[in-house]
């Protein structure tokens, strides 16, 4: 039995993995860690899915070939020395993740800004957290998150702008349910275009027009000093700037937000009437061309009101990644120093003294969207990309694949075989995964956890600080990478947070910095910087040199790209609840593949008959960037005009699925935090001649076909597929595909039904005609668990009735399908209990809960009709 952290989102549960000796293991919430006191969502609960080595990159490789890690270490090093002899240290760049551990990211940061003399080191931090933090710095003079979780459970009023918390966050989102649960005074307020699922639980849902969170804010800002709110004590003695803000405030209109006055009234006087307010955001606030200002004129109410560094008070960016903050803390953007310092004389100087540097680097380097186009252009000529997917997660990412196709020295390491960037790069090097690695990361409330090693390592894989270290020592610095474990570099990183730091800088490790081996082994999960009873900014102390907050002035202002004639419609992406990012983990998960199966697209009704598209349909998005073709979903929980698709399908699981080739570049101006959430796009209906579903024991090379997703069954792979030439030459052409991977006799059935039945064991099966037939997969996945079959069993395989629609997956943990729960509400089940009981759906992790009681509510308004 290990104690070890979650590998998936910002909030940082504690797992308990218990090794089952054959490669796998049981896990389990950590009841005694207190980010998640043992709970664990769908996500979390499914890891033991995950751990399987089949589709892992076990050895080094170059060009294809296997080689040895002797061979592939000294081509990188000898590679990085020719570039910057050539053509000097900002020829090279590294990119970087939030999934690292502190210590693989610390050793990064240090290779780079120290010894290769450069700062084009980015991370997809970048996509992600980096509007905060330039929203943080101009606010309080560092990178400070002033909060904890509790904070929310003490607040009066939580209002959760651009967060979908119910799907991303899903613990947290269960403490804050529990908590109004026990306090129903307490009101929620979800500020976001779309209906989500997080609304659930909100007393208010502004679906305000995208972008205009700026107007929002400042309309509150000048309605709480209309109101004679400012806490005049606080802004006097901690604050500079509020009168200019003000100005901005009161110049920018409200209208623009198109949400009901009445409902933008109810708003400001909840906001205005309780002292306890939590405002949490996310990626609806970061990743916009006005990122960093949404962020501040938030900030901005927070100081107004001095609600700061109080139990259940304060602004909250909640992070996405597990080591989000531990990239913030070893400083691993290309903007930022390690240890919370910053690109300016004392800073460089300081951290080149501690870390005695060879060449250290003097000024910021490239952010990752023109990192990636100074890839493409030919100035950066060996980019070195660790735990990160930028050929599916950047925007304009057909541009991102040209880069790294085209460039000469490119470097992955990576966990697993087959990604869209490892697909796209020369040089793999193979990393540990989550079970294998050791290590901290630091989550969204500071708090610090263990990551610890509960399986062996496979192959010839290795920890990505060890790989970084070895190239160090190749280059001739052995001395500053000669660490001979995880411990040491932890030790480093926390002295170095402490030189020199004589409470200048918020993140000071100080009492860490002696850890013993043991010591670091035991590390019981910690919160750094503050503590209950004395929280950051409550009397001030904020670190700009003067020691007061900055109000900021923020106008507000319509996106980068607006929609035209052309393009008239605006493309929201975002995440569902059962995939992580780019599914090289969750995509492994046969039971995370039931919720949201296929990469969708999601119109509003007006918009979809306008277009003549229908629930089912194939459509195609395309954007001046690129394009994709998802399958086609009407949804009354996007606005009129606006567009969403999920940001999880690579061209691994879906040729055209991957969305990001037709999102924009659009960068906000000082965090560089691209636009991901808003894209002028136009959409249209493929026009398919045939659809169909494939079940396979071993994965199909499928043929040239419109549109195609794959997914994970019990011990096979699902197909969904559909496409343009005739039927018949696609029977001929998939079945060809089919029986090439899963030979055996090939047997017809009725409805266009095909089979592979060997032995009496189906190895695949084929169903193809004109219409879509969604019930295809539930229906026979069942038969791909049996491992013979009877008469008659293979004669209702063959020749069977269609049992009804299961109408997809509801519950992850017990597999329940939305069929079985409005069966069993239909049956008496009244309340989220009663319809666990009847179908265990809702009893386990809980993610599913939402959905049940939307299902819930959907009977009883049927049953009021
Ligand atoms: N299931 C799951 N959970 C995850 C992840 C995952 O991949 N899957 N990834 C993790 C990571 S790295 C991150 S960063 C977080 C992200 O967590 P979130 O930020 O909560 O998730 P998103 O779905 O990206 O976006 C949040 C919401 O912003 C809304 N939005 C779009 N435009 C605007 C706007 O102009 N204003 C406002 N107010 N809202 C807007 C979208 O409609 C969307 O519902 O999730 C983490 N958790
Ligand atoms: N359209 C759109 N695009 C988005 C977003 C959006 O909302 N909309 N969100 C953005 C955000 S917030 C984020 S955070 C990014 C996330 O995007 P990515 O970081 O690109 O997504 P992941 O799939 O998490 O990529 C992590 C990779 O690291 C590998 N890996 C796992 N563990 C290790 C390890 O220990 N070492 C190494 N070397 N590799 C490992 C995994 O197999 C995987 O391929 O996407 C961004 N892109
Ligand atoms: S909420 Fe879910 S994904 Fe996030 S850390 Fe906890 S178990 Fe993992
Ligand atoms: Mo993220």
Not at 462 to 480: N, P
Request: with cysteine; net charge neutral; charged share 25%.
């Amino acid at each position: 039995m290990v104690r070890t952290t979650c590998p998936y989102c910002g909030v940082g549960c504690g797992v308990v993995a218990t090794p089952d000796g054959q490669g796998g293991a049981a896990i389990q919430g950590d009841a005694g860690h207190p980010a998640n006191r043992g709970r664990l969502c769908s996500k979390g609960a499914a890891l033991g899915e995950t751990l399987s080595l089949e589709d892992r990159l076990l050895h080094p490789e170059i060009d294809g070939r296997r080689v040895s890690w002797d061979m592939a270490l000294d081509t990188v090093a000898n590679g990085l020395r020719d570039t910057i002899e050539r053509h000097g240290p900002d020829a090279v760049a590294f990119y970087v993740s939030g999934q690292l551990l502190t210590e693989d990211y610390y050793v990064a940061n240090k290779l780079i800004k120290g010894f290769l003399g450069t700062a084009n080191i980015d991370t997809n931090s970048r996509l992600c957290m980096a509007s905060s933090v330039a929203g943080h710095k101009r606010a309080f003079g560092s990178d400070t998150v002033p909060g904890l979780y509790e904070d929310f459970e003490l607040a009066d009023l939580v209002v959760l702008v651009g967060s979908n918390l119910a799907w991303c966050h899903p613990v947290l989102f269960q403490r804050l349910e529990a908590a109004k649960r026990a306090r129903p005074a307490m009101k929620i307020v979800v500020i976001d275009p779309r209906r989500t699922e997080t609304c659930d639980i909100a007393d208010l849902h502004l679906a305000l027009k995208p972008g205009s969170d700026v107007a929002l804010f400042n309309g509150l800002l000048a309605e709480l000093a209309h109101r004679g709110l400012t806490n005049k004590r606080f802004v006097e003695r901690h604050t500079v700037g509020l009168d200019d803000a003000l100005i901005a405030a009161r110049a920018s209109g409200i209208d623009t937000c198109a949400v009901p006055p009445t409902e933008v009234a109810l708003f400001f006087d909840w906001f205005a009437s309780r002292e306890k307010v939590v405002t949490l955001y996310s990626q609806g606030v970061n990743q916009s061309s006005a990122g960093v200002d949404k962020v501040n004129a938030l900030i901005n109410c927070h100081l107004l009101t001095g609600r700061i560094g109080r139990p259940g008070m304060g602004p909250f960016s909640i992070t996405g990644q597990p080591n989000a903050m531990g990239g913030r803390e070893v400083g691993a953007l290309s903007n930022t120093l390690a240890a919370h310092m910053e690109f300016g004389a004392p800073d460089v100087d300081r951290v080149g003294r501690f870390w005695k540097a060879a060449r250290m680097a003097t000024r910021p380097g490239l952010k990752a969207v023109d990192l990636f186009e100074a890839v493409r252009s030919g100035r950066i000529k060996a980019v070195w990309i660790m735990a990160t997917n930028p050929v599916a997660s950047m925007p304009n990412a057909d541009a991102v694949r040209e880069a790294l196709r085209n460039c000469d020295l490119s470097i992955v390491s990576e966990a697993i075989r087959a990604t869209d960037t490892v697909d796209a790069c020369r040089i793999r090097l193979p990393a540990l995964a989550w079970a294998e690695k050791d290590g901290t990361v630091t989550n969204s409330e500071r708090g610090i956890s263990r990551q610890r090693p509960f399986l062996p390592a496979p192959g010839e894989a290795r920890q990505d600080w060890w790989i970084l270290s070895q190239v160090a020592q190749r280059l001739g610095y052995g001395e500053a990478f000669g660490w001979t474990g995880v411990a040491d570099i932890f030790r480093e990183h926390a002295a170095l947070s402490s030189f020199e730091n004589e409470g200048r800088r918020d993140f000071d490790l100080g009492t860490k910095a002696n850890l013993s081996d043991a010591e670091y082994e035991q590390l019981e999960p910690f919160v750094w910087g503050q503590t209950k009873d004395k929280r950051f900014f409550a009397n001030g102390g904020f670190f700009h040199s003067d020691g007061r907050a900055r109000f900021i002035a923020t106008a507000s202002r319509a996106p980068v790209n607006a929609p035209d004639e052309g393009r008239p419609l605006i493309l929201n992406t975002g995440r569902v609840r059962d995939q992580w990012h780019t599914m090289t983990r969750t995509g492994k998960s046969a039971r995370l593949a039931g919720h949201r199966p296929e990469p969708t697209l999601e119109l509003h009704p007006t918009d979809a008959a306008l277009r003549g598209l229908a629930d089912g349909d194939i459509a195609e998005v395309t954007s001046s960037w690129g394009r994709s073709v998802l399958r086609f979903h009407v949804s009354e929980a996007v606005r009129a005009g606006e567009a969403f698709a999920p940001m999880h399908w690579t061209a691994q699981v879906s040729r055209a699925g991957r969305i990001n080739a037709a999102v924009n570049p659009a960068v906000d101006p000082i965090s560089g935090q691209p636009e991901l959430k808003h894209t002028p796009v136009e959409i249209r209906r493929l026009d398919m001649r045939w659809h169909g579903t494939i079940l396979a024991r071993r994965p199909v090379m499928l043929p040239e076909i419109s549109y195609w997703a794959r997914m994970r069954g019990a011990g096979h792979y699902a197909y969904l597929v559909a496409g343009v030439q005739s039927l018949d030459a696609a029977r001929r052409a998939l079945s060809a595909a089919v029986r090439a991977a899963n030979p055996g006799p090939w047997l017809d059935g009725d409805a266009g039904l095909g089979a592979v039945i060997s032995d009496g064991r189906v190895e695949a099966l084929m169903s193809l005609g004109e219409a879509r037939d969604a019930t295809t997969r539930d229906r026979f996945a069942p038969f791909m668990a049996i491992d013979r079959l009877t008469v008659d069993q293979r004669n209702e395989l063959l020749h069977g009735e269609a049992v009804s629609d299961r109408g997809g997956e509801i519950c992850a943990c017990f597999g329940v399908s939305c069929g079985a729960v409005e069966n069993a509400i239909a049956c008496g089940a009244g309340s989220l209990d009663a319809v666990g009981a009847a179908t265990q759906a809702g009893t386990n992790c809980g993610s599913c809960r939402p959905e049940i009681r939307a299902l819930l509510r959907a009977a009883r308004l049927k049953q009021a009709a």
